[in-house]
């Protein structure tokens, strides 16, 4: 399932701070979406998510729309915030009960799903906990568990890492790649450029509300005429443009 944004322009209010935002995120490739803090990465996902509404221009899923069809819309989307967001007073066991009648699920087979996870991610003896005994990687492992066991087509993951030690990263790349090799479509936004390098399959680079270039590594580098550059040497040249 294919992610178009064509023509997006938005922000808060009367702020504007995306403007005529344009790319895509095919089916089956996993894209990083780089800049600077205050580039506009997580406005743009706000705006792919509903939380904001469009200024002008579209946002669609395989021509699916979330003011056409909105049910439909979310059903396909799963979503990792940068932040955790979960409710105090559900215990994890509540959670992923909410996840599994929120998006329909078969609960025998999403319960496989998400045991597997929990296993994975040291969480399987903690589902009686309420939130306020899990530490921020923990309550991160919460949400990736609940997004990663949904049968969604688009995942957005916004900074997933923060938090997150070495063995976990290690996990979430894994289920990443497993939902990729699925046929699903991944919008990563990371700083680690690093591991955006080794996983991504292209890049939407983001800088002051616009998008100053896309495409794979290669194209990339000739686009900063860097061929020997590296995706960190490709920010960091961005950054320095005037």
Do not use: C
């Not at 998400?114 to 903690?126: P, Q, S, T, V, Y």
């Amino acid at each position: 399932m294919t992610l178009t944004i064509e023509g997006l322009t938005g922000g808060y209010g009367n702020l504007t701070v995306l403007k005529d935002i344009n790319f895509t995120v095919p089916a089956g490739k996993i894209v990083g979406l780089i800049g600077l803090n205050g580039a506009g990465k997580s406005t743009t996902i706000k705006h792919i998510i509903g939380l904001l509404t469009p200024q002008s221009g579209t946002i669609s899923l395989d021509g699916k729309t979330l003011h056409d069809d909105p049910t439909g819309f979310r059903a396909d989307l799963a979503y990792v915030p940068e932040t955790p967001v979960l409710y105090p007073e559900l215990t994890l066991r509540e959670h992923l009960e909410m996840t599994i009648m929120a998006y329909d699920l078969d609960a025998t087979v999403a319960w496989q799903d998400a045991d597997n996870m929990l296993k994975m991610f040291r969480l399987d003896n903690k589902l009686d906990w309420f939130p306020a005994k899990f530490s921020k990687g923990m309550q991160q492992k919460v949400m990736i568990v609940a997004a990663f066991m949904t049968h969604a087509q688009l995942f957005i993951i916004d900074e997933p890492f923060t938090g997150l030690d070495p063995l976990a990263v290690h996990d979430l790349l894994d289920l990443v790649t497993a939902k990729k090799e699925q046929g699903a479509s991944i919008l990563m936004s990371t700083h680690i450029l690093a591991t955006a390098q080794q996983y991504a399959d292209e890049f939407v680079l983001i800088k002051a509300g616009k998008v100053r270039a896309t495409g794979d590594l290669p194209s990339l580098k000739q686009q900063f005429d860097l061929q020997d550059g590296s995706l960190d040497d490709i920010y960091m040249k961005m950054t320095e443009e005037q």
